[in-house]
């Protein structure tokens, strides 16, 4: 039986790769993927002004043949450790980006040889961020640090589940004194 922590309530949504082909801030020739979130998506209106947020499912449009991290600008917990180094214009705003997962495609045997992309999550990462957003915006960088080109895949039919996780208010003040710095004398 799992534990329930009932300081903790989630919303689901689940964002189509094909309906943010269509989102004008969408730039698939770069990798970068934007979803509008209307308010009645969420259930919880009425809890604190940050949540936890993880991809908790997805699937890939199967035209994908390469390993992608899934990245945003929403998580104020996830930063990347790197030092540009001159090769990668990416590199340099990698930085303000945040990790949420990684899509692994996995090589098929026969002729022609069939492909599938899988969503990796050992252990979910979840990345603080503002509650309820209007927007998502997910980032698809490969291993070499290079924003995925989408421009074959826009209207393939992959998604994303994302969880919200709400955490009462006074739970996260607790939290936030707990780790303050303390004086010694």
């Not at 919303?11 to 993927?33: K, Q, S």
């Not at 991809?55 to 390993?67: C, E, G, K, L, Q």
């Not at 990245?71 to 790197?82: C, E, I, L, P, R």
């Not at 960088?141 to 996780?165: I, W």
């Amino acid at each position: 039986m799992m534990d329930y922590d009932p300081t903790i309530i989630c919303d689901y949504i689940t964002f189509w790769t094909a309906d943010a082909a269509e989102h004008p801030e969408t730039d698939l020739d770069n990798g970068r993927m934007v979803w509008d979130i209307p308010p009645q998506a969420y259930y919880f209106k009425d809890r604190g002004n940050v949540c936890m947020m993880s991809i908790v499912d997805a699937t890939m449009p199967r035209v994908i043949a390469d390993n992608n991290i899934i990245m945003t600008q929403s998580g104020f917990n996830g930063s990347v450790a790197q030092i540009y180094d001159g090769t990668n214009q990416f590199e340099d705003s990698i930085q303000d980006l945040a990790v949420l997962g990684n899509i692994v495609c996995n090589r098929g045997e026969g002729d022609p040889l069939t492909f599938s992309t899988t969503y990796q999550a050992p252990e979910a990462i979840r990345l603080l961020t503002p509650a309820r957003p209007s927007k998502l915006k997910l980032y698809f960088v490969d291993e070499d640090k290079e924003l995925h080109d989408f421009a074959d895949a826009s209207k393939d039919n992959g998604h994303f589940t994302v969880k919200f996780e709400y955490i009462k208010p006074e739970v996260l003040q607790k939290n936030i004194y707990s780790v303050e710095y303390k004086p010694a004398f």
